[in-house]
C-alpha cells in the first residue's frame, strides 16, 4: 500500500514559480512511476509530467514542455514538480499517483490547489 500526500500549492502571479511535493510513505518499488496530473473547474484530469522511479526517465505532456521539471528524491520518497512560467491555465488541483510502469496508477493523494493569477 501507498499512500502520497501532495503539498506546495498556492496562489502565484502570471510568470512566477511553484514547487509541489508528492511525499510517499510506503514502499515505492523500482517498478513504479510516479506521475502529476491537474483538473480545472469543469474539466477532465490531464495529464502532466511522470518519472520512472528506477532511473528517473521523465516525460512531459505537450502544455508543460519546457517551463515544468519532475524530480525525484529517493531517499526522501519524494517527487517534486517544479512549475516556472506559471500562466493562468495552469490553474487546477494537482495530483501525483503512483503506479507500476508497465499498467495504470493505483495510487492517488488529494490534491493540492494552485492558482495562478494575471
Known amino acids: 500500500q501507498v499512500q502520497l500526500v501532495e503539498s506546495g500549492g498556492g496562489l502565484v502571479q502570471a510568470g512566477g514559480s511553484l514547487r509541489l511535493s508528492c511525499a510517499a510513505s510506503g514502499r515505492i518499488f523500482s517498478t513504479y512511476k510516479i506521475g502529476w496530473f491537474r483538473q480545472a473547474p469543469g474539466k477532465e484530469r490531464n495529464f502532466v509530467a511522470r518519472?520512472?522511479?528506477?532511473?528517473?526517465?521523465?516525460y512531459y505532456g505537450d502544455s508543460v514542455k519546457g517551463r515544468f521539471a519532475i524530480s525525484r528524491d529517493n531517499a526522501k520518497n519524494t517527487v517534486y514538480l517544479q512549475m516556472n512560467s506559471l500562466k493562468p491555465e495552469d490553474t487546477a488541483v494537482y495530483y501525483c499517483?503512483?503506479?507500476?510502469?508497465?499498467?495504470?496508477?493505483?495510487?492517488w493523494g488529494q490534491g493540492t490547489q494552485v492558482t495562478v493569477s494575471l
Open positions: 518519472i520512472r522511479w528506477r532511473d528517473g526517465t521523465v
Open positions: 499517483a503512483a503506479g507500476r510502469v508497465d499498467s495504470g496508477y493505483e495510487y
